[in-house]
């Protein structure tokens, strides 16, 4: 079935016309299910991965309904609140937003910590139409007597696995019980996992459901690959994947993922003083910090960009054509969120992932909730087969089933190996 072309959608002409400008014409899978039924009202439980288009899934409709129905928002108070778990993907709600809305008269305001809260507070008096928010710093505000959340219309819980994954169960249900009982709730998630669902249950009222992919699939796109080597030999095989990514003819930026900030900070050091141009992002850095970072990630001056968990949620940058996961996460379904930070808006992409001994568990839990075996790059100096045939031992079936690859200088990245494109399985 052919999805409603935008200019079909019941919009008002200021929306229409900020989409045409922006060549969309056609609504991506969860827009075309998700703009209609918000447009009449509905709750919504709605699973998708980031980089499908669910912010315009959400914005617009909200857009459309402050145009119909404008008002002045009351001292300190919002019509709209969008919780996300991180400041950056707060930073890029609020950017969305103002792109769609640049001609629809309204009012918004980002409220998140790292940077100074005068200016947000400031921002709140008269009231806001629209306030993007990160847990903490608006409890903070709140405790402090400065937002007032009983005028909340429309209410969005984005990224809402990454908020429990972050401990803000607690502060989500806090903040909701502070919002009026009449109210549009909207709830987004990669993920549904039971803890998810549950608290869906006490957020909205008999909601529509929109699920675009399955909850633990990977990106089709993605040529995904694990090696197997001594902690020690991490390094050497990076530098070699990031020579080779160098002299890709396009999508040449890559993200690195360290499971800690330390790890982060000492590998983007060790690798700047071997030549590569390296910054790392995570929570310890001020919001000035990771924003100019991010900056000259995207415009290519730094192409190799070394995160944590926390930080890289917001990295949206389509251009980005290897994710190494330097060490695997201790929470599988942070596997589906690394490796989606490429085959960006329908590009290819590569995930390499280097597994030690002592990280043998974490594939195996990952490997379970993507429901399939990554298959093996052993076309390398430190590979250890010893690892890889204990692991294929623990598989059902045996090995995954896919041949090794081989070969010099194939792959989006480089470093050998056949390229081919692997789909998690329903």
């Given at each position: 079935m052919t999805p409603t072309p935008f200019e079909a959608l019941?919009?008002?002409?200021?929306?229409?016309?900020?989409?045409?400008?922006?060549?969309?014409?056609?609504?991506?899978p969860i827009q075309a299910q998700a703009i209609p039924l918000l447009l009449q009202g509905r709750d919504l439980l709605g699973c998708a991965q980031t980089g499908t288009g669910k912010t315009a899934g959400f914005a617009l409709p909200i857009l459309q309904a402050l145009h119909e129905r404008p008002k002045q928002a009351r001292p300190k108070t919002c019509r709209t609140l969008v919780l996300a778990p991180t400041r950056e993907l707060a930073g890029q709600v609020g950017k969305s937003f103002?792109?769609?809305?640049?001609?629809?008269?309204f009012s918004q305001t980002l409220v998140y910590g790292g940077v100074g809260q005068v200016p947000?507070?400031?921002?709140?008096?008269?009231g806001v139409d629209v306030l993007v928010a990160t847990p903490g710093r608006l409890l903070d505000l709140?405790?402090?007597?400065?937002?007032?959340?009983?005028?909340?219309?429309?209410?969005?819980?984005?990224?809402?696995?990454?908020?429990?994954d972050m401990g803000f169960l607690r502060d989500v249900k806090r903040i909701v019980s502070m919002l009026p009982a009449k109210r549009q709730s909207?709830?987004?998630?990669?993920?549904?996992?039971?803890?998810?669902?549950?608290?869906?249950?006490?957020?909205?009222?008999?909601?529509?459901?929109?699920?675009?992919?399955?909850?633990?699939?990977?990106?089709?796109?993605?040529?995904?690959?694990?090696?197997?080597?001594?902690?020690?030999?991490?390094?050497?095989?990076?530098?070699?994947?990031?020579?080779?990514?160098?002299?890709?003819?396009?999508q040449k930026l890559t993200i690195v993922f360290s499971r800690t900030k330390h790890g982060a900070n000492k590998l983007a050091k060790s690798l700047c003083?071997?030549?590569?141009?390296?910054?790392?992002?995570?929570?310890?850095?001020?919001?000035?910090?990771?924003?100019?970072?991010?900056?000259?990630?995207?415009?290519?001056?730094?192409?190799?960009?070394?995160?944590?968990?926390v930080a890289a949620r917001g990295v949206d940058v389509k251009d980005v054509g290897l994710v190494v996961n330097y060490d695997l996460p201790n929470e599988p379904e942070a596997y589906v969120h690394r490796i989606g930070r490429t085959a960006r808006a329908g590009a290819e992409g590569r995930a390499v992932s280097f597994c030690s001994e002592e990280e043998l568990e974490f594939l195996r839990e990952i490997e379970k909730i993507i429901r399939m075996s990554i298959p093996r790059w052993d076309d390398h100096a430190w590979h250890i087969e010893a690892l890889a045939a204990h692991h294929a031992s623990w598989r059902p079936g045996g090995r995954s089933g896919s041949k090794p690859s081989h070969g010099g200088g194939g792959g989006n990245g480089g470093g050998g190996g056949q390229r081919r494109s692997f789909r998690g399985r329903r």
């Open positions: 019941p919009l008002a002409a200021p929306i229409q016309r900020v989409l045409r400008e922006l060549d969309y014409h056609t609504p991506s103002n792109t769609y809305g640049q001609y629809v008269r947000q507070i400031n921002a709140m008096r008269r709140i405790d402090q007597r400065h937002i007032d959340l009983s005028q909340v219309e429309f209410f969005v819980l984005d990224e809402v696995d990454r908020m429990l909207l709830f987004f998630s990669a993920t549904l996992a039971p803890n998810i669902v549950e608290l869906a249950r006490t957020i909205l009222r008999e909601p529509a459901h929109v699920s675009i992919m399955p909850e633990t699939t990977t990106a089709e796109k993605i040529d995904q690959q694990v090696c197997f080597l001594a902690r020690d030999s991490k390094r050497p095989l990076l530098e070699q994947l990031l020579r080779a990514q160098a002299g890709a003819t396009h003083a071997s030549g590569f141009a390296a910054d790392a992002i995570h929570g310890n850095k001020s919001q000035a910090q990771r924003e100019k970072a991010l900056d000259r990630f995207k415009k290519g001056l730094t192409p190799v960009l070394v995160a944590t968990d």
